[in-house]
């Protein structure tokens, strides 16, 4: 048996409980991590709230958790290039906030020894969204690139992703976030009225791309008159408000193949650089779970939630 906590209902993070699950087996394909640390992403409420339940349908009970870090215990049919005992981080669909996961093999990374439990599962995702947001936009080097809620777990790795391929970077923030921002390389706006505005002074030669990874309402249409085209913004995290204005919604790897081991790279690179920053909003216990996803709907976050095990 290994421990989880689920939920069976949709509702708010009271409905998260401790449970008992079967030891999963790994199947052809996945190795069996024994879990140290999960990241706590928005998706994690938004599916247990029942908002994202067309897009992300679960069965009951339900455990979510998308990134993990841990040591490998079993392998599957068909799996090489990792052991029993090795370190790794690694992307999952779902099942992360439990004591044992499968993961893909082409979803896992193998952890370096000076990266920190916490710290690796702050990776995957943010790592993968940033990847992805920058390749789904098109942004090249020498362009500007505004970011609305730049200060979060994905901004945080996207703004550094961005500065290694020479994209300047317009992050909106809270004004207690702006040195935060300025020491990743991004210029901070705060967000809210005259945004507008601000971002124009910020950025004389106009901004070439945006992407929303806030959901606050006004953005879209803001950006879509600030880049001049739809086509030019991308949403993370406002997924009906992007049907409603044209803007692109991104929640996959929109097809591109490896993009997991690419992003994997690119952020142990600049760990290897050591110029890696992947700042810790609250570090909390796996049976705090439900306080964790409290904390993360209320947004304006600096860096990762993340839960140990």
């Known amino acids: 048996m290994t421990k989880a906590i689920a939920f069976h209902e949709y509702g708010s993070a009271d409905v998260l409980r401790p449970v008992d699950l079967d030891l999963p087996a790994p199947g052809p394909g996945q190795v069996r991590v024994a879990v140290r640390t999960v990241g706590v992403n928005p998706l994690d409420h938004k599916v247990r709230s029942g908002a994202m339940a067309e897009l992300f349908p679960v069965a009951f009970p ?22 029993p005992g090795d370190e790794v981080f690694g992307a999952v669909m779902g099942g992360g906030y439990a004591e044992h996961v499968l993961v893909q093999v ?28 920058l390749d789904v936009l098109g942004v090249r080097a020498g362009e500007t690139l505004l970011v609305h809620g730049a200060a979060g777990g994905v901004g945080t790795v996207l703004l550094q992703f961005a500065r290694a391929r020479g994209i300047t970077v317009i992050g909106t923030a809270s004004e207690a976030n702006h040195d935060h921002l300025r020491e990743l390389g991004a210029i901070p706006v705060t967000y809210g009225e005259g945004l507008a505005e601000r971002v124009r002074e910020a950025a004389p ?6 992407l929303d990874a806030a959901g606050q309402g006004g953005v879209l249409p803001l950006s879509i008159e600030l880049t001049g085209s739809a086509d030019r913004v991308l949403t993370i ?11 692109r919604f991104t929640g996959g790897s929109e097809g591109v193949d490896h993009l997991h081991q690419r992003a994997y790279t690119a952020a142990l690179a600049l760990h290897e650089a050591g110029t890696l920053r992947l700042p810790l909003h609250r570090v909390l ?3 705090e779970a439900a306080e964790a996803q409290r904390i993360s709907e209320q ?7 993340v839960l140990t095990v």
């Open 299 to 305: 947004g304006h976050l600096r860096g990762k939630i």
């Open 237 to 247: 995290a406002d997924f009906v408000g992007g049907q409603q204005h044209g803007v």
């Open 205 to 210: 030669g106009g901004v070439d791309r945006a």
């Open 106 to 133: 082409e979803l896992l990374g193998r952890k370096p020894a000076s990266l920190g439990w916490e710290e690796a599962a702050a990776i995957p995702v943010a790592a993968e969204t940033a990847e992805r947001v």
């Open 285 to 287: 216990p796996l049976a």
């Open 62 to 83: 339900a455990v979510t958790g998308y990134e993990v870090a841990g040591v490998v215990e079993a392998l599957g049919e068909g799996v090489s290039g990792f052991a």
